[in-house]
């Protein structure tokens, strides 16, 4: 009988993986709840969710200045369509929809799926050396996100508020041989992780995901 629960634990298929991305933002009162569900959506049973939050820049000059925003990422929103509206949530680089309806997120991820992708990272010092597996026919790009990220803001419309975050991207790029990504002194090393994922050419489907530690 020990044989066989071992056969059957070793022949278990994987999870499927899905990278989901959500463009949001500490200055606008709509997104902690969609930062609350991108979380939960991190310990999903069902799927390995690789959450990317990634803080846009179109908010700072309205009363709060994001400190995780960046122009970046801005135009990697615009690159999904042209609506640009915090919250908004892609899975997989699909249709994007409102980031904190996590029903249609849960039902998006039900019947998403992407392969997994090997990603290995040394940490040498205060810089990250991160290889990873190219994907015919896909761009491979690598992420840097923080975990257990707090704001307290003393302006604009989140004034007053404690802001939790999972899944912050601290730095966003083409992967390339040889990347070594540096670790900035307001990062908290212990904290971060990195993601590769491969995605089809003009920002079209995730086909690929990979993280560092594994999840």
């Given amino acids: 009988m020990l ?3 071992t056969a059957l634990v070793i022949s278990a298929p994987p999870r499927p993986i899905a990278l989901v991305e ?6 606008c ?3 902690p709840p969609a930062d609350r569900a991108l979380a939960a959506l991190a310990q999903s049973a069902d799927v390995t969710v690789v959450p990317l939050e990634l803080h846009v820049d179109y908010w700072d000059s309205i009363g709060w200045r994001d400190p995780f925003s960046s122009t970046a990422f801005t135009a990697r929103q615009a690159g999904y369509g042209p609506s640009l509206y915090t919250p908004m949530m892609v899975v997989n680089g699909g249709a994007p929809f ?3 309806d ?3 997120a849960e039902a998006v991820l039900a019947r998403s799926a992407a392969k997994p992708l090997a990603v290995a990272v040394v940490r040498d010092g205060e810089r990250l050396r991160v290889t990873v597996d190219r994907v015919d026919g896909a761009e491979v790009w690598i992420a840097v996100t923080e975990d257990h990220l707090v704001s307290a803001p003393d302006r604009g419309e989140n004034m007053g508020r404690r802001l939790e975050h999972t899944g912050v991207v601290r ?3 083409r992967a390339t041989p040889g990347l070594d990504v540096p670790i900035a002194k307001a990062w908290k090393a212990d904290a971060l992780h990195v993601v590769a994922f491969a995605q089809r050419a003009g920002q079209g489907a995730v086909i690929a995901v990979g993280t560092w530690p594994k999840p």
């Fill in 171 to 173: 730095w966003l790029g």
């Fill in 98 to 100: 409102v980031g904190s």
């Fill in 29 to 31: 009162s709509s997104c």
């Fill in 3 to 5: 044989a066989l629960l």
């Fill in 102 to 104: 996590r029903a249609t």
């Fill in 22 to 27: 959500l463009f949001t933002s500490e200055g």
